[in-house]
């Protein structure tokens, strides 16, 4: 039996549909649903039964494909985009068997403004591409950051570097340590879902640092899922 993805890939499925059915299978109502993207009650609703917006905009796409826990593929969004590297996006390099990942010249939390995609690359770490497909991770998205700053500790240390998962973003959310970009600074941050629906808690694991116990999840524009940290021995 075809998965409810390979139904999107074929083109199978109409979004709003398939919405409905995802509502009903979760026992979301469309009134809960509209407020995870912070409209009016109404405009899931309206969605769904009246074709009216026609489509979903890209964020909120993203952030009711992330409170139901779906690939946005099954909601409308391109294929390509399930797995699109929206980190460093290159080709695989390889040398023998091994896939250079590249080293960013940024780390995170870096400063206010700071970049990621385009950023330059200041060298590249090899690894085993059996080895990245056993973490789950994405081989076309993945760079390698370092960390500045201690208010991961001791989970990431100030000089850590980590391996960033590029494809791991909004679509595929859960708890875990991301790198991401907010009110314009890049930071690594542990994310948990907070109780209200489309809401985040951004957590250092320091606690010497500021958390951010209820995010609403347009605040935040995730860079990546960290999937592995290398540290030097002092």
């Known amino acids: ?24 299978e979760q026992g979301v109502d469309y009134a809960r649903l509209s407020a995870v993207i912070d409209r009016n009650p109404a405009y899931i609703q309206q969605y769904i039964k009246r074709g009216s917006p026609r489509r979903l905009a890209e964020e909120d796409r993203a952030r009711i494909a992330a409170f139901l826990g779906v690939p946005e593929a099954m ?11 929206t980190l460093a996006a290159q080709r695989e390099r390889r040398v ?12 995170a ?13 200041e060298g590249a770490v090899a690894f085993d ?6 973490l789950g991770a994405d081989l076309r998205a993945l760079s390698l950051i ?12 100030d000089g850590d570097d980590i391996l960033v998962d590029g494809g791991d973003t909004a679509a595929r959310l859960r708890d875990g340590i991301y790198v991401l ?22 957590i250092s694991d320091n ?3 500021r958390s951010w116990e209820d995010v609403p999840m347009s605040a935040i524009h995730l860079i990546g899922r960290v999937v592995w940290t290398g540290r030097r021995v002092r």
Do not use: F
Not at 129 to 134: A, C, N, T, V
Not at 146 to 157: F, I, K
């Open 96 to 107: 023998g068997d091994m896939l250079l990942v590249p080293k960013l010249a940024i780390g």
């Open 181 to 202: 970009r907010m009110d314009d600074v890049l930071m690594v941050k542990r994310i948990a879902r907070a109780p209200g629906p489309g809401r985040l808690a951004v």
């Open 207 to 209: 606690s010497q640092y």
């Open 109 to 121: 939390s870096a400063g206010a403004g700071a970049s990621v995609d385009g950023e330059a690359v």
């Open 146 to 157: 370092r960390v500045e700053g201690d208010s991961m500790t001791p989970t990431l240390n």
């Open 129 to 134: 591409p059996k080895w990245l497909r056993e």
């Open 1 to 24: 039996m075809a998965s409810d993805l390979d139904e999107a890939r074929e083109g199978g499925s109409d979004p709003r549909a398939t919405l409905d059915r995802l509502c009903r």
């Open 75 to 85: 909601l409308g969004a391109p294929v390509q985009r399930v797995a699109a590297p």
